[in-house]
């Protein structure tokens, strides 16, 4: 009889990291207690940044940890999943990281507009993954939840056109009837 391997969990994402083209840290957040002092997930993330930054792959194997990481312009994007942990789930929750922030940006992500647009990449986060738990992968899906939050104002002038513009219409149908 083969040995089980470890139960099955929800909490599957240890770490989410975005780092600069010098391995700052841009992002970083930690979901259990895998690296517990600043010291230890500062000394992580300089190991991950120096074994990835000129490889060209996109999963590496990590002080027993599943790296999957992909770089953007001057920015280097990580999940992390411990050693057991399915590659194509990780994947994807980076892939819908990406995609929903390049939908936010309207362009390819870069430096100069993530740091413009902190709040939004901290609430593309947590649409994401909340405590290690992967809620979604759609971006779509990301993206929609996010309008819903903060819908943007019209510009009044709009806003005054369609008023008078709904108002005369409602006389107008109420005329011919």
């Known amino acids: 009889m ?27 957040k930690y979901y259990d207690g895998t690296f517990p002092t600043a010291k230890e997930q500062a000394a992580f993330e300089r190991s991950v940044f120096s074994k990835t930054h000129q490889a060209g792959g996109e999963i590496a194997c990590l002080e027993g940890l599943t790296v999957v990481y992909r770089s953007s312009v001057d920015l280097f994007f990580y999940v992390v999943g411990g050693c057991q942990e399915n590659e194509l789930m990780l994947l994807a929750v980076l892939t819908c990281l990406l995609d929903a922030l390049s939908y936010l940006l309207r362009k390819e992500v870069e430096k100069r507009w993530l740091l413009d ?9 947590d649409e994401i993954v909340d405590r290690g738990v992967i809620l979604e992968s759609d971006p779509q899906q990301v993206i929609q939840r996010l309008s819903l939050h903060a819908p943007e104002p019209a510009p009044y002038g709009f806003v005054l056109f369609d008023y008078l513009a709904g108002s005369s219409e409602r006389r107008d149908a109420g005329n011919k009837e």
């Open 2 to 28: 083969e040995p089980a391997g470890p139960d099955p969990s929800l909490y599957t994402v240890k770490a989410l990291l975005i780092l600069d083209s010098l391995g700052q840290r841009l992002l970083a």
């Open 117 to 125: 647009n902190m709040e939004g990449m901290f609430l593309v986060v």
